[in-house]
């Protein structure tokens, strides 16, 4: 039953299926994250990754069930902001939003630098010729916005055509390492936690195994324009899940028995393993699977944008549609807020060389990892909320048996993230420290946008999350 009032997107009417459904959730990057996150899980694990992975997917999938029970009862563009609103209060649901949204646009606004960053060195090897990484940020940036703003009928398809070709060549690396046994032949002991290295931990393994996952759950945000959300959404959380789990233990471990003095790097394993013509194509997956991260990310925002607005906690603008069905003023805004981070990450490196004033070396990738951080000690925390409002949620529908046991699992995972910042010998240092302590300034930023509403707009605080479409609550359908 509709809720009272308000513009729908897809004007009520959605046609997206659960494969486009798939392909928003598939903003998790699995090629971006299994090449770049996955060296840092596979050190830091001890050279067991893939066991790291299997226990970090088991919550994940917690989590999955919480997302798809949600999805089943609230559709909504606002996600997990209208699902926090109808559990476990408005002013609770205003804060996660806020804090949710902000993480993801700071997730999508480091990208123009991890683009530049891998595509740089790239670009020098093939054509011999040096540019500098703030112009493939800048087309990063552009290509995204190009793309969302066409339509999300069209950015699915582009997200959809770019995981499945950046996918190939990582299989054929796969099959390739496997085939030939890797350094020393294939082993489980990777799949062991008695086999953990010196130095090594499972728990410090376990924090990036969470940001690989981040994004599973972002197909909820095209909740007002699929045809059928209550099945499609459910759906492409856990084919989600599931595709991306097993990717990742499968490079975690051919990388592991792979790599040794090739330090996991993949576009040297390639050539080592197949050719320079496979390395070429992994260095072109990678690159094309942040397109994909941006355009998903990009469009998660923009919708978050949209609902805040909606019900009056944002400015009007952001409820402007194009003919096309898109948010275009939360569209511009992310996209405007990628070219100001990236102006200012030039900025900082050329403050960095000119003076030399700064205590680290300066390059690209360096702001990129604190919105990294940033990122994902917020949406940790929100994850962590989700699972206190599903209990609430499954006790009111008499469902508490059948879901306290993921609700548990998804906490666990989330809770441990958001607790190790802070134990020593876990907790970031660092570069990844200016991201965790970025988050706590943004979280006393955002308490004071609340108390702002609480007190200025309270009616606004009252009407939160109340433009999502309510269902009855029923078994998640796979």
């Known amino acids: 039953m509709e809720n009272d009032g308000g513009v729908l997107l897809g004007r009520g ?13 598939m903003a998790v990057g699995p090629i971006f994250s299994a090449a770049v996150i996955g060296g840092a899980l596979a050190g830091l694990s001890g050279g067991v990754g893939p066991f790291v992975v299997i226990l970090t997917m088991v919550g994940i999938l917690g989590l999955g069930y919480i997302i798809s029970a949600f999805a089943r009862k609230f559709t909504g563009a606002g996600a997990v902001y209208e699902f ?12 996660a939003a806020a804090s949710y949204f902000l993480a993801y ?11 530049g960053s891998i595509a740089v060195p790239f670009w020098g090897q093939q054509f011999h010729h040096n540019v500098a990484w703030w112009v493939f940020g800048i087309a990063l940036i552009l290509i995204t916005t190009i793309i969302n703003v066409l339509g999300i009928q069209f950015s699915v398809k582009a997200q959809l055509a770019v995981v499945a070709l950046s996918m190939i060549p990582f299989v054929i690396l796969i099959v390739a390492i496997i085939a030939k046994g890797g350094v020393n032949g294939n082993h489980f002991g990777v799949f062991e936690p008695s086999h953990i290295a010196a130095g090594g931990s ?3 393994g376990l924090l990036f195994a969470i940001l690989m996952f981040v994004g599973f759950e972002l197909a909820a945000v095209l909740g007002e324009e699929t045809a059928t959300p209550k099945k499609s959404i459910p759906r492409a959380v856990y084919a989600v899940i599931f595709i991306t789990g097993v990717f990742f233990v499968l490079t975690q471990y051919v990388g592991t028995i792979g790599a040794q003095n090739l330090s ?27 397109i994909g991260i941006a355009i ?3 469009a998660a925002c ?24 898109v948010p275009i003023a939360g569209t511009l805004s992310i996209s405007a807020l990628m070219g100001v981070l990236t102006v200012l990450a030039g900025l900082i490196w050329n403050w960095s060389n000119v003076t030399k004033s700064l205590l680290v070396p300066f390059d690209a990738f360096w702001m990129f990892l604190i919105a990294s951080a940033f990122g994902s000690f917020l949406i940790s925390l929100i994850y962590a ?10 006790r009111q529908d008499g469902s508490l048996g059948r879901g306290f046991i993921p609700a548990l699992l998804g906490f666990g995972v989330s809770a441990g993230g958001i607790a190790a910042q802070f134990i020593s010998g876990l907790a970031p240092t660092g570069t990844a420290l200016w991201g965790r302590n970025l988050a706590l300034v943004g979280i006393v930023v955002i308490a004071a946008w609340l108390i702002f509403h609480v007190v200025r707009n309270p009616e606004a605080v009252e009407s939160a999350g109340e433009h999502a479409l309510r269902h009855e609550l029923t078994e998640v359908e796979l």
Do not use: E
């Not at 009417?13 to 959730?25: E, I, P, R, Y």
């Not at 609103?85 to 002013?91: D, F, S």
């Not at 923009?302 to 944002?314: H, T």
């Open 13 to 25: 009417k959605g046609t997206l299926t659960t494969v486009d459904a798939v392909a928003q959730s």
């Open 84 to 95: 926090l609103a109808h559990t476990i209060g408005k002013k609770t649901a205003i804060f």
């Open 105 to 115: 646009a700071f997730l999508v606004g480091g990208l123009p630098m991890a683009f």
């Open 202 to 204: 499972i728990f410090k």
């Open 264 to 290: 996991m790097n993949w576009q040297a394993m390639a050539t080592h393993y197949v050719g320079t013509w496979l390395s070429t194509l992994v260095g072109i997956a990678i690159m094309l699977d942040i």
């Open 296 to 298: 998903g990310f990009s």
């Open 302 to 325: 923009a919708r978050g944008l949209f609902a805040l607005s909606r019900d009056g906690l944002l400015p009007k603008v952001f409820t402007l549609v194009s003919r096309r069905q």
């Open 385 to 394: 909320l989700l699972c206190i409002a599903a209990v609430k949620m499954f």
